[in-house]
């Protein structure tokens, strides 16, 4: 099966910024992908690649098996795309844009377009200037999805939806995957996306730090509260397939989060010295997002190498020597 979107170190730089740094990405058909990342992080840049508005410095990609630069006619007919702030001409009515826009695609366009208007009860003959922002939002998914793209791609797609028809809209992603469709959504509502992705990328000053199922990255990633007598105590290393990627200082006890871990470790943990207790918890998907998205965290793709040095003997370049209410005990790459 050919992914339907395919990146190979795909980098952007703009004047002064870097807003892609190599992004390597596959999603395979049927897959709900929700791209999270916070303002600034290039998801914008990402999906301007994508579907043939912006060309890359460096890298390339692939989107239904064609080249979103040298054949974007092929790309748009088989994408619907709806943006964070979707350009409509003002002075169409309702009926007339999806009745301008279907002439660009084959038969059953309209149609299709006048059954999704009249679900969401937006009279035909009203001026898409007068439309409330939630009302252009729905027009925009209307004409997005009336050719029954293979691909849709959605930036910010809930922003100005009420929470019903947000909750509706999305859960109906859930639909199109499952009818073998593809679904590209770039959000910072992570709850919400939480319910509907299944594969889930974390994208962070233009680097990909995570992708991939959503059950896989919530399963394999851990946060540990150790109890310690005192806060310098070091930590053993633990056995692999563990890979500690943050540790913390928080008065006398210190929070790691560690990927891979397996409860059979922590009788390992609790007998180091100075060591008093050890509680385990899974994270959330917001929680997870946090911790890639802040200094100090590891990239999972980048096993540390002789790994769990404490920040104590590291040479960490940006650490500032001691640090002692948030110490990075992992080598690697960092974010
Ligand atoms: N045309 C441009 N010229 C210069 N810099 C740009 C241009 N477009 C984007 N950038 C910069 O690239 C970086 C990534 O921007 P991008 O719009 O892709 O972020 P984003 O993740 O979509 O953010 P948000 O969530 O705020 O929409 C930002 O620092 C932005 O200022």
Request: hydrophobic share 35%.
């Amino acid at each position: 099966m050919n992914p339907v979107i395919s990146t190979d170190q795909l980098t952007m730089r703009f004047r002064g910024c870097d807003a892609l740094l190599g992004v390597d990405l596959n999603i395979l058909p049927g897959t709900v992908f929700a791209l999270l990342g916070e303002n600034g992080a290039g998801k914008t840049t990402l999906i301007r690649i994508l579907t043939g508005f912006q060309k890359p410095t460096s890298g390339s990609a692939s989107v239904c098996d064609f080249d979103p630069l040298k054949q974007p006619l092929e790309v748009r007919r088989r994408v619907g795309y709806v943006s964070d702030n979707p350009a409509l001409y003002d002075w169409m009515t309702v009926g007339q844009i999806g009745w301008f826009t279907a002439s660009f695609y084959p038969d059953g366009f309209y149609e299709a377009y006048r059954e999704s208007v009249a679900k969401y009860e937006i009279p035909e003959d009203r001026k898409i200037r007068v439309l409330s922002k939630g009302q252009r939002a729905k027009i925009a998914l209307s004409l997005a999805l009336a050719h029954d793209p293979e691909l849709l791609i959605l930036d910010e797609p809930t922003s100005g939806l009420d929470p019903m028809v947000r909750r509706e809209f999305l859960e109906s992603m859930i639909g199109r995957a499952a009818s073998g469709r593809t679904v590209f959504l770039s959000s910072h509502q992570i709850n919400e996306v939480e319910r509907v992705a299944d594969t889930i990328g974390i994208l962070h000053n233009g680097k990909l730090q995570a992708c991939e199922p959503l059950n896989d990255l919530k399963g394999s990633m851990t946060e540990l509260t150790v109890s310690l007598d005192d806060p310098l105590v070091e930590l053993p290393t633990l056995p692999e397939p563990a890979q500690t990627l943050l540790e913390e200082n928080q008065g006398r006890q210190r929070r790691v989060l560690v990927r891979h871990f397996d409860p059979s470790m922590i009788p390992h943990i609790e007998s180091a010295e100075g060591v008093t207790g050890v509680r385990e918890r899974a994270m959330s998907l917001e929680e997870i997002f946090i911790a890639h998205t802040r200094k100090g965290f590891f990239r999972p793709a980048d096993p540390p190498e002789g790994s769990h040095v404490s920040s104590r003997q590291s040479d960490d370049p940006e650490g500032g020597g001691s640090q002692s209410d948030s110490e990075v005990l992992s080598t690697g790459e960092r974010s």
